[in-house]
């Protein structure tokens, strides 16, 4: 390429300083009007209220399949297996319905449910430990909260990367 092409180049595609500060400054209006239009969309939900609902599903939902698992002579692995198949569906469901439904912010889906799960793990560890009272037991106590945790942040990123982007 010749000197007086590359110049015609130069001037034809690169852009000057000036104009991407004013594209840059668009789009931060842009983004701006858009979570203020979010936040006005959104509705005021008690978190307290939300924790609390999502605690009772998912213990509500341990227990039944718990009870189903014995009922039908099911082994305990495969229970523990359907659980945390639970868990998974708990928190997918959750996190589409609170950012697509109920409008919340991202920080406040992923308190929410961390708070919740954490707490119903915990519990279900403690009915564990009463009524099945063997040492692998014990060991859940130190271990699943750590896991969950951990599965809420992998599905998470996943939502954040690929669902939640605007």
């Not at 000057?16 to 979570?35: G, H, I, S, V």
């Not at 939902?61 to 198949?85: D, H, M, Q």
């Not at 889906?109 to 564990?128: E, G």
């Amino acid at each position: 390429m010749d000197k007086q092409q590359e110049i015609k180049f130069n001037s034809d595609y690169k852009k000057n300083t000036e104009e991407w500060l004013k594209e840059a400054d668009r789009d931060k209006e842009d983004l701006e009007e858009f979570k203020k239009e979010k936040r006005n969309k959104s509705k005021n939900f008690s978190c307290v209220l939300i924790v609390i609902i999502l605690f009772l599903i998912s213990i509500l939902g341990e227990i039944i399949i718990y009870n189903v698992g014995n009922y039908f002579f099911i082994k305990e692995i495969s229970i523990i297996i359907l659980i945390w198949i639970w868990r998974i569906i708990l928190i997918n469901f959750y996190l589409f319905f609170s950012y697509f439904k109920m409008n919340l912010a991202q920080e406040r889906i992923f308190i929410t449910v961390i708070i919740a799960l954490v707490f119903s793990v915990l519990v279900s560890i403690i009915f564990k430990i009463l009524f099945i009272n063997n040492a692998w037991v014990y060991l859940n106590l130190l271990v699943e909260p750590i896991w969950i945790i951990l599965l809420i942040i992998f599905i998470g990123s996943l939502y954040i990367k690929f669902i939640f982007k605007n």
